[in-house]
T-cell receptor, first 115, second 114 residues
Framework: AQTVTQSQPEMSVQEAETVTLSCTYDTSESDYYLFWYKQPPSRQMILVIRQEAYKQQNATENRFSVNFQKAAKSFSLKISDSQLGDAAMYFC????????????FGTGTRLTIIP | NAGVTQTPKFRVLKTGQSMTLLCAQD?????MYWYRQDPGMGLRLIHY???????AKGEVPDGYNVSRLKKQNFLLGLESAAPSQTSVYFC?????????????FGEGSRLTVL
C-alpha cells in the first residue's frame, strides 16, 4: 500500500522569508501524481501544486515550487516570500493515474507565518 | 459557481442516533469521495464512488454507508452514531481517468457524537 509521510507537524516562518515543507512517500508504481493541498482556517482544501512523476522538471506556481526527487521518493514544497495568507495546514498527497483515482494523504504540516 | 456543497455544516448527535450527510456537486464529475479528518491523522478515505449507482469501500468504512443514486449527489449515512465518529467530514469530487487528478472539496461538516 502506498504511504505518504510528513515528518514536520508544525513549521513557522517569518513573513517574506522562504520555507520548505517535507514529504516522502512509498510506492512501487513508476507513474503517479503528487499534490500539495492547503487547508486554511476556513477548512476548505485547496490545491496548491501538482507534479506528474514522469516529468523531470519541478512544478512551479507563482511563489510555490516543489523539489521532486523520484529516486529518493521525496516531494518537498517551497514557499517563497511567505505571506500571512499562507498560514494553513498543508497536506501532501499521492495518486496513481488510472483506476479509481483515490488520493492518499499525509498527516499534514501546520504552517505559521510570523509577522 | 457552487462546486461541491455539503449539508449540514455542523451537527451534534447522541450515541445511537442516525444521520445522513449530503454532498452535491455541479461539475458533472464521475468520481466522488467521503473523507474524514482527525487531528494528527490527515484525511482518511471512508467510501467512494466511480459513477452513478456505484460505491466502494475506502480505508475506514466501518460504521458508515453511502449511496449514489444520482450522479451529482453522494450521501454518507451513520446508522448508529458512536463517539469515535466525532470528526470533520469532507466530500470531494473529481473528473474521470482522463483528468489530472485534482479533487475539488466541500467545506467540511463537523460532526460531534456525545
Amino acid at each position: 500500500a502506498q504511504t505518504v509521510t510528513q515528518s514536520q507537524p508544525e513549521m513557522s516562518v517569518q513573513e517574506a522569508e522562504t520555507v520548505t515543507l517535507s514529504c516522502t512517500y512509498d510506492t512501487s508504481e513508476s507513474d503517479y501524481y503528487l499534490f500539495w493541498y492547503k487547508q486554511p482556517p476556513s477548512r476548505q482544501m485547496i490545491l496548491v501544486i501538482r507534479q506528474e512523476a514522469y516529468k523531470q522538471q519541478n512544478a512551479t506556481e507563482n511563489r510555490f515550487s516543489v523539489n521532486f526527487q523520484k529516486a529518493a521518493k521525496s516531494f518537498s514544497l517551497k514557499i517563497s516570500d511567505s505571506q500571512l495568507g499562507d498560514a494553513a495546514m498543508y497536506f501532501c498527497a499521492y495518486r496513481i493515474p488510472f483506476g479509481n483515482e483515490k488520493l492518499t494523504f499525509g498527516t499534514g504540516t501546520r504552517l505559521t507565518i510570523i509577522p | 459557481n457552487a462546486g461541491v456543497t455539503q449539508t449540514p455544516k455542523f451537527r451534534v448527535l447522541k450515541t445511537g442516533q442516525s444521520m445522513t450527510l449530503l454532498c452535491a456537486q455541479d461539475m458533472n464529475h464521475e468520481y466522488m469521495y467521503w473523507y474524514r479528518q482527525d487531528p494528527g491523522m490527515g484525511l482518511r478515505l471512508i467510501h467512494y464512488s466511480v459513477g452513478e449507482g456505484t460505491t466502494a469501500k475506502g480505508e475506514v468504512p466501518d460504521g458508515y454507508n453511502v449511496s449514489r443514486l444520482k450522479k451529482q449527489n453522494f450521501l454518507l449515512g451513520l446508522e448508529s452514531a458512536a463517539p469515535s465518529q466525532t470528526s470533520v467530514y469532507f466530500c470531494a469530487s473529481s473528473y474521470s481517468q482522463l483528468g489530472t487528478g485534482e479533487l475539488f472539496f466541500g467545506e467540511g461538516s463537523r460532526l460531534t457524537v456525545l
